[in-house]
């Protein structure tokens, strides 16, 4: 008899169906019903299934790439048939359950080097997994889940529509050279800060536009943030700010455990701080987008030199904060913009940004 019944996780959502495993002789198939009711089949190659090790009797096999589909069985006559049905294949090794029947000695020898491990993979191993789980986590993902976490965080915001209108008309005239819907919002807040989320949305306060000057000093910023966005770093950033719980979410395969989580813990996007490798890598990248357009690099300069200049107010220190200025940071720009060659007067862009002007009266 070649058929299980199984509990089926389709590693998109955190549900789980109840199906029917039939072991066939090349590959498994995985009959259920969807949420609609339709009868669904899922087939799982033989080289392709790993199995789990784990103390109790239930049987869980992993297939395909993260997010993985899993299959959670509990009958007890499944490891001997997938024996005799696939003799070539080795489901099972030594049971994880078979150190209880090691002395004491070596059971807290064990233990403690396990706790060991736990706590350097903890340390050391977390920031690695968590962005190598963001490099790999899908797009559309990031976007919605960006969406969920803005939807959250907003409420504690004034959104000044008409600026949010004018600066959004700004920053289509600017090509940056990403694939992620860029939508920004301005919220009336004194202190000089912006931030992005994951998926393309950008917060700005109004605090730092009546500190600008030029129409180059808001096209850095935004030039900025999006290339934060396009490297993944908020969401980098976030992973590893949140490893332990989204380490669980993960392992479970629980995509919606982890947008949960984020949402959760939306709020805490503002004052995220970013490392100086990655605010390198987003001047770089923003300073190349700023090439390709044509615009005056000396932007960057300008943007930088306000910050600095505000040391006596402690609000306008807020975008320092988590966007640390090095000095390193700023003399970097300053040697772009004597590298620069030709620049171009945009007219069109002048004309937005004087739009974004009347709107700050």
């Known amino acids: 008899m070649y058929n299980f019944s199984v509990r089926y996780h389709d590693g998109r959502l955190s549900i789980a169906h109840d199906a029917t495993l039939t072991l066939m002789p090349d590959h498994w198939l995985i009959h259920y019903r969807d949420p609609s009711g339709e009868l669904t089949s899922v087939r799982w190659a033989i080289p392709g299934i790993v199995t789990d090790e784990n103390f109790s009797n239930l049987?869980?096999?992993?297939?395909?790439?993260?997010?993985?589909?899993?299959?959670?069985?509990?009958?007890?006559?499944?490891?001997?048939?997938?024996?005799?049905?696939?003799?070539?294949?080795?489901?099972?090794?030594?049971?994880?359950?078979?150190?209880?029947?090691?002395?004491?000695?070596?059971?807290?020898?064990?233990?403690?080097?396990?706790?060991?491990?736990?706590?350097?993979?903890?340390?050391?191993?977390?920031?690695?997994?968590?962005?190598?789980?963001?490099?790999?986590?899908?797009?559309s993902t990031e976007v919605q889940m960006g969406d969920t976490m803005y939807e959250n965080m907003i409420r504690a915001y004034d959104v000044d529509e008409g600026l949010t209108a004018v600066t959004n008309d700004f920053a289509k005239t600017i090509d940056f050279k990403t694939h992620y819907p860029i939508r920004i919002t301005v919220v009336k807040d004194k202190e000089a800060n912006a931030f992005a989320l994951p998926g393309g949305r950008i917060v700005v306060f109004d605090g730092i536009l009546r500190k600008m000057h030029t129409k180059e000093e808001l096209a850095a910023l935004l030039a900025h943030e999006v290339s934060h966005v396009h490297y993944r770093h908020s969401l980098r950033n976030i992973f590893r700010s949140l490893g332990g719980y989204l380490f669980l979410s993960l392992l479970l395969n629980d995509i919606n455990g982890v947008v949960t989580v984020l949402a959760d813990n939306s709020n805490m996007l503002a004052n995220l701080t970013y490392s100086r490798e990655l605010e390198t890598e987003a001047d770089q990248k923003a300073m190349v987008i700023f090439k390709a357009d044509g615009l005056n690099l000396k932007g960057f300069v300008d943007l930088f030199t306000v910050l600095k200049s505000a040391h006596d107010d402690v609000e306008s220190l807020k975008l320092l904060s988590t966007h640390p200025l090095t000095a390193d940071r700023l003399r970097a720009a300053e040697e772009m913009v004597k590298r620069q060659g030709k620049v171009r007067e945009d007219v069109v862009l002048e004309k937005k940004w004087e739009a974004i002007e009347d709107e700050l009266k």
Not at 98 to 127: C, E, Q, R, S
């Open 59 to 139: 049987f869980i096999f992993r297939y395909g790439e993260f997010p993985q589909q899993t299959v959670e069985c509990k009958e007890d006559n499944l490891p001997e048939t997938l024996k005799k049905r696939y003799p070539e294949k080795v489901f099972f090794r030594r049971r994880i359950t078979d150190i209880f029947k090691l002395n004491n000695t070596t059971i807290v020898g064990v233990a403690l080097a396990v706790l060991m491990l736990m706590g350097l993979g903890y340390w050391f191993g977390l920031p690695w997994l968590a962005g190598a789980a963001a490099s790999r986590f899908p797009v």
